[in-house]
């Protein structure tokens, strides 16, 4: 029983992260967890604790019911607008993730080599 509760859960968690165009990084990320945690949760190898859970459906923009395989798939009013930083390029997701991880020192230098790039049209 609960091997399939983690496959369902696993399974939807994938498809939601998937239809949002995130990496399992970005979701690992934003619910507090590590990324390789994350990935046994998605594979199906474990089941997370009720706040994780809690937060993974925010993140996810699912309801509890979906997530567990209750109810079939619907629209969830606080899910209708993704955060605006969902629409972030992955490339841009993981650099902000490595300039997080820098000193202060570092990312003086990362300014200023970005300064010199001319801003997109």
């Not at 990324?35 to 859970?53: C, D």
């Not at 923009?61 to 969830?76: C, F, N, R, Y």
């Not at 390029?89 to 010199?116: F, H, N, T």
Request: proline residues 4%; glycine residues 6%.
């Amino acid at each position: 029983m609960e091997k399939t509760l983690a496959t369902r859960l696993g399974g939807a968690a994938r498809v939601a992260r998937t239809r949002l165009n995130l990496t399992q990084a970005d979701v690992a990320e934003r619910i507090g967890i590590a990324s390789e945690v994350y990935g046994r949760l998605e594979r199906g190898h474990m089941l997370p604790s009720i706040q994780t859970f809690r937060r993974l459906c925010v993140v996810l923009s699912i309801s509890a019911d979906e997530a567990l395989g209750l109810k079939p798939s619907q629209d969830v009013k606080w899910a209708a607008e993704p955060p605006s930083d969902y629409g972030e390029s992955a490339e841009l997701r993981r650099l902000m993730r490595r300039a997080k991880q820098l000193d202060r020192g570092s990312v003086r230098i990362l300014s200023v080599l970005a300064s010199q790039f001319k801003p997109r049209s």
